[in-house]
């Protein structure tokens, strides 16, 4: 299993890292502290699928807990910032980079990607995995092991987007609604780290289930308050009064007609 | 209120409610140990409460304090409302914890095997007092504010 992980991380790096080859061959500029983001993020993931933690974490609840933070909040967080939907539209030949911000566009994608959406499949995955039998029923069955891993980083990273995403979304709600989505997302995870302090799921003793759920709640407060500034500094700077001034009508900048998408900061600076 | 003494008013009322909760954990669940991670006669309604509150308490930090830069990048901050706004805040929110979480939802006890009255007393006294402060506050901004407009 392991290796499986591997092998797809590897694969991820490989890819932005070449696309981001692509982008400067032709002139373009991609910022370095994009992709260090991007292998930072794997490389957390990678902490929490290969090695010695992933080994403990067959057997200890408190263990798995961690990589559940780590695969889970960090590695989405690191990921999402280092921005890999733009690349992707600017490595690309034009026609397909065309396909992509069409099936971008798509109402599944949009559906997906609504913070709504991502809030309650990653949430409820997380209380699907713990409040039933799956959590015991992984360690029996590789399949559903990699499953439930997939999962955990897949909904980690849409709703991350979901709330600071800095790549293409036309249709994202605006900051009030995110931050709702946030504070209640947030709430029923530190509801269900305390939850699991008194009920640990199937197959896990008690002192392991008090231990891992008290890691759940503080150690998921550390990266919601990650996830808090990001979305804050976001606000910050797009409700900069100077720039608001010079760009001229007060919509927000995610919302202007013909301006579908945001490079994120850092790609702005560097291209113009 | 115009907008500006609004937001600095809000900005506080933010802080203060965060602030609380970050004191609230920080002192009386990891310092003391007074307040227990969970009681286990704890209903889902509390822990239901609790969460709401965890996460809210710090969102309000976090952005009461973008709040605040953004209004010093203005110029507009106004020192006055602001911890009036405060003051409310952190005194609701422990009134709130007191009366409410702690004993209509019964999250937990301020501190166990201990009688408890001059505890519950204690904290919800504070708690008025901090409300009434801010108020005060905010009353006499307010004054000072028409006295000066008219």
Same mark, same amino acid.
């Given at each position: 299993m =392991?290796g499986l992980f ?10 932005? +890292? ?12 991609? $910022? #370095? ?18 090695? $010695? ?6 057997? /200890? ?15 989405? !967080? ?29 109402? =599944?994608?949009? +559906?997906?990607?609504? =913070? +709504? ?17 799956v959590?015991?029923e992984m360690g029996q069955h590789p399949w559903l092991h990699v499953l439930v891993h997939v999962h ?22 605006? =900051? ?15 509801? !269900? ?10 197959? +896990? ?18 990266? /919601? ?14 409700? /900069? $009064? ?6 001229? #009508?007060?919509? $927000?900048?995610?919302? !202007? ?16 | 209120?115009?907008?500006?003494? *609004? ?14 909760? %970050? ?13 227990? %991670? ?14 709401? &509150?965890?996460?809210?308490?710090? &969102?309000?930090?976090?952005?009461? @304090? &973008?709040?605040?830069?953004?209004? *010093?990048?203005?110029?507009? &901050? ?8 405060? @003051? @409310?805040?952190?005194?609701? %929110? ?12 019964? @999250?937990?006890?301020? *501190? ?28 006499? %901004? ?9």
């Open positions: =392991p591997g092998v797809a991380l590897l694969t991820a790096a490989v890819l932005y +890292v070449a696309a981001a080859g692509t982008v400067r061959r032709r002139g373009r500029w991609w $910022p #370095p502290g994009c992709t260090t983001l991007w292998l930072g993020g794997l490389a957390t993931a990678a902490v929490a699928l290969t090695g $010695p933690l992933a080994r403990e974490a067959h057997h /200890d609840f408190t263990a798995h807990m961690a990589g559940h933070l780590l695969l889970g909040m960090t590695a989405p !967080l690191l990921l999402v910032l280092a921005a890999p939907v733009t690349l992707a539209l600017r490595a690309l030949p034009a026609r397909q980079a065309r396909g992509l911000s069409r099936i971008l566009r798509s109402l =599944p994608v949009r +559906v997906l990607t609504h =913070p +709504v959406t991502a809030g309650v499949l990653n949430a409820g995955g997380l209380w699907v995995l713990y409040t039933t039998g959590y015991r955990v980083a897949a909904t980690g990273y849409l709703f991350t987007a979901a709330i600071i995403g800095v790549d293409p979304a036309p249709h994202r709600p605006g =900051p009030r609604t995110r931050a709702a989505v946030l504070i209640a997302f947030l709430a029923a995870h530190a509801i !269900l780290a305390k939850h699991l302090y008194a009920h640990p799921p199937a197959g +896990v003793p008690a002192a392991g289930g008090r231990t891992g759920a008290e890691l759940m709640y503080y150690g998921g407060d550390l990266a /919601d308050v990650a996830l808090i500034v990001v979305f804050c500094l976001q606000w910050y700077r797009s409700t /900069d $009064p100077r720039r608001r001034s010079a760009a001229g #009508p007060r919509i $927000p900048a995610h919302r !202007l007609p013909g301006r579908p998408w945001r490079l994120p900061e850092e790609a702005r600076t560097g291209a113009e | 209120m115009s907008t500006v003494p *609004r937001r600095n008013m809000l900005s506080g009322v933010l802080l203060g409610v965060g602030v609380a909760g %970050f004191v609230d954990e920080t002192v009386f669940h990891q310092l003391l140990h007074w307040h227990h %991670f969970y009681d286990k006669s704890t209903p889902a309604m509390g822990l239901i409460s609790d969460g709401l &509150f965890h996460a809210g308490s710090w &969102f309000c930090t976090v952005g009461a @304090l &973008f709040l605040v830069a953004d209004l *010093r990048r203005r110029a507009a &901050f106004r020192a006055t409302p602001w911890w009036g706004g405060l @003051l @409310l805040g952190a005194g609701a %929110f422990q009134l709130y914890d007191g009366t409410v979480q702690h004993k209509l939802l019964g @999250l937990h006890q301020i *501190r166990y095997h201990v009688e408890l009255a001059p505890y519950d007393w204690t904290w919800n006294v504070i708690a008025v007092v901090l409300i009434v402060a801010g108020a005060v506050l905010l009353v006499r %901004f307010r004054r000072a504010a028409v006295s000066t407009a008219s």
